[in-house]
């Protein structure tokens, strides 16, 4: 695992969870002797759906609403047996999502 990187993306709507999440990971790493870069914060994404407000008529009669994913990505360079270990062990808040390349 000398010449190996980790990469962990992160997403979530709260930008909060996803930071405390990232510094989790970061600072797990740096405990255990890995070269960390990141969290890096890629774009947000932004979906916006519109919906009629009245049952029939009044198309003008409308309401948007939005939902925003935020992302962050960081990567582990030449992790030891005892990185990987620590992060499995490590405990994230809900409504995270995480996704892991070796």
């Given at each position: 695992m000398a010449s190996q990187k980790i990469r962990i993306k992160l997403k979530?709507?709260?930008h909060n969870l996803v930071d405390l999440a990232a510094e989790k990971i970061v600072e797990t790493a740096k405990k255990m002797g890995s070269k960390v870069s990141g969290p890096i914060p890629l774009p947000t994404e932004k979906e916006i759906v519109t919906v009629l407000?009245?049952?029939h008529k009044y198309k003008d009669a409308r309401e948007q609403f939005e939902s925003r994913?935020?992302?962050?990505l960081i990567d582990i360079y030449s992790p030891n047996a005892k990185t990987v270990?620590?992060?499995?062990?490590?405990?994230?808040?809900?409504?995270?999502d995480i996704k892991i390349k070796l």
């Open positions: 979530a709507y709260d407000r009245a049952t994913t935020h992302k962050r270990d620590s992060l499995t062990k490590l405990e994230l808040p809900a409504g995270i």
